[in-house]
Structure formats: structure tokens, C-alpha cells
């Protein structure tokens, strides 16, 4: 079973950095593209930032500058370095990845927990 597991979050004042990882664990052929999701409060979640397998990233306009996605294919796992931090930051952050199976070769799409960011003075 496959499984994504996020850290890294935290709370952190305006301005602040943080780090966020998620590694993908279970049995599987290969993984897709990877992408960051985050829910804010009575928001809908939204994409971030996504990631192709072959390092090509794609940020939503809000965090162009400020936030850089990358990934380690060695290790099966995707980061999201925040910069500059704001208040409208302030967010559950989402891993999310197409992996293809070992049997089933076909692209399933699957979630992580989720780790929560606080940005606060």
C-alpha cells in the first residue's frame, strides 16, 4: 500500500522559512508528477506547486519568488522550501503524487495527511 507521509510544518513569524517534505513509501513502479496543495480555513484546497519526474516545476502566482519545490527521486521524496512567509500562508499544506503500480501500470492519485503551517506574530 502506498502511503505519503508530510513534516516539517510548524509555526513560524511573517517573514520566516520553512521546510517541507514528504516521502512516498509502499510498493510501486514509479511516481509522476508530485504537487503541494493547501486548505485554508473555510477555503478550498488549492494547488501550490507541482513537479514533473523530470524536475520541471510550476508555481501558482501567489508564491512565484517566495516558495521552490524540488524533489529527490533516489529517495521518493518531494520538499517545499517557503520563503518569506506571510499571514495568507497560513494553511494545512497537502502532499499529493501520481504513482504508477507494479501490476496495474496505470497513474492512481494519492493524498498525504496533511501538516499545518501557521504563520504568526
Known amino acids: 500500500q502506498v502511503q505519503l507521509v508530510e513534516s516539517g510544518g510548524g509555526l513560524v513569524q511573517p517573514g520566516g522559512s520553512l521546510r517541507l517534505s514528504c516521502v512516498v513509501s509502499?510498493?510501486?513502479?514509479?511516481?509522476?508528477?508530485m504537487r503541494w496543495y493547501c486548505q485554508a480555513p473555510g477555503k478550498r484546497r488549492e494547488l501550490v506547486a507541482e513537479i514533473t519526474s523530470r524536475n520541471s516545476p510550476y508555481y501558482v502566482d501567489s508564491v512565484k519568488g517566495r516558495f521552490t519545490i524540488s524533489r529527490d527521486n533516489a529517495y521518493n521524496t518531494v520538499y517545499l522550501h517557503m520563503n518569506s512567509l506571510k499571514p495568507e500562508d497560513t494553511a494545512v499544506y497537502y502532499c499529493?503524487?501520481?504513482?504508477?503500480?507494479?501490476?496495474?501500470?496505470?497513474?492512481?492519485?494519492?493524498w498525504g495527511q496533511g501538516t499545518q503551517v501557521t504563520v504568526s506574530s
Open positions: 509502499g510498493s510501486f513502479s514509479s511516481i509522476g508528477y
Open positions: 499529493n503524487a501520481d504513482i504508477r503500480g507494479i501490476v496495474d501500470p496505470s497513474l492512481t492519485n494519492y
